[in-house]
């Protein structure tokens, strides 16, 4: 996914995108993008212990195959220093390789839970008319979601934001994050205008700008 970081010129772009988005609705949106969702250390390190137990039994059966024999205190020795090694030098010292060690189902949950959370932090729940919509993506974990509020779900099929997230995901995928926000923004504007068209007296409820976390 992106890799580059996301330029002010950028920033003025998305929040720029968001303004002309609500002068068409009264529904708001809100962006979030998060470098990663979780740090990911005890999954991985439970991971990479079981690996390295799993390969110690291997090697186990295959001196006792050889007829090599090694003390009982010797062999746990070598698992825990096995373990130490990778647990510690591994992943505590290298923490980018946390993530390749855990199942892409448990980081997708992780990213998930992180777009509820700042659906919730972020007052997106809360407009007057609950037409609120958080397009969020984790770098990290490869992973975008579009949150809508109540207002929005008895009114959209959850196959409209999944079009915006394959889009998204795909630009970003490209390394073109901000141009991923600019055109779901414009997506997700051009349904909102089309079941909420905006309304003598609409105000602005939420901020306009992509927050980096």
């Not at 996914?1 to 003025?12: C, V, Y």
């Not at 110690?56 to 096995?82: D, N």
């Not at 090694?85 to 855990?102: G, K, Q, T």
Request: a negative charge.
């Amino acid at each position: 996914m992106a890799t580059r970081p996301i330029s002010p010129q950028d920033h003025d772009r998305i929040a720029e995108a968001i303004r002309a988005a609500e002068a068409t609705t009264d529904g708001e949106i809100y962006c979030v993008v998060a470098h990663a969702s979780d740090g990911y250390f005890f999954p991985a390190a439970f991971l990479a212990t079981l690996g390295v137990f799993v390969a110690s039994l291997a090697v186990a059966y295959g001196l006792e195959a050889l007829w090599l024999t090694i003390r009982l205190p010797h062999f746990v020795l070598a698992q825990l220093l096995a373990m130490a090694a990778v647990v510690l030098a591994l992943l505590w010292l290298r923490p980018a390789l946390r993530i390749h060690l855990v199942p892409r189902r448990l980081r997708y949950q992780a990213a998930h839970i992180n777009a509820m959370k700042q659906f919730l932090a972020r007052n997106v729940h809360r407009t007057q008319a609950r037409t609120g919509v958080l397009i969020f993506v984790s770098i990290a974990e490869r992973y975008a979601e579009v949150v809508a509020d109540a207002g929005i779900d008895v009114k959209v099929g959850q196959h409209v934001w999944d079009s915006v997230v394959r889009d998204l995901t795909q630009h970003a995928g490209d390394d073109r994050l901000a141009d991923g926000f600019v055109k779901a923004i414009e997506s997700v504007g051009a349904v909102l205008a089309g079941h909420f068209p905006v309304t003598a007296g609409d105000t602005n409820e939420l901020d306009d700008h992509l927050v980096e976390i």
